[in-house]
């Protein structure tokens, strides 16, 4: 995704993105999910990184993202 208005916040496995997809919905965030595995897979290739998806938001909402990335950070550590 170059040249957009999105940057990548995360990228992790399947389980943890849709978390912190779906907290991200919670506060109004329209978060997108790219996943080069499962595109891959469809076009019949492969990819490097088999189970890694990325999520991107607006940079407009970059302020009111990181704090939720940081507390699924912290709840992953906190494990």
């Known amino acids: ?3 957009t208005n999105y940057t ?3 990228t992790g496995n399947f389980i943890i993105v ?5 907290r991200l919905e919670k506060i109004g965030i ?3 999910i790219k996943d080069e595995s499962e595109s891959g897979r469809l076009a019949g290739f492969g990819s490097p990184i088999p ?3 990325e ?13 939720i990335i940081e507390q699924v950070r912290f ?3 906190a494990n």
């Open 75 to 77: 709840a992953m550590n």
């Open 30 to 32: 329209k978060a997108i």
């Open 8 to 10: 990548r916040i995360y």
């Open 51 to 53: 189970g890694q998806q």
């Open 18 to 22: 849709q978390q912190v997809f779906q």
């Open 55 to 67: 999520v991107f938001v607006h940079v407009n909402e970059l302020d009111k993202a990181v704090p």
């Open 1 to 3: 995704m170059t040249d």
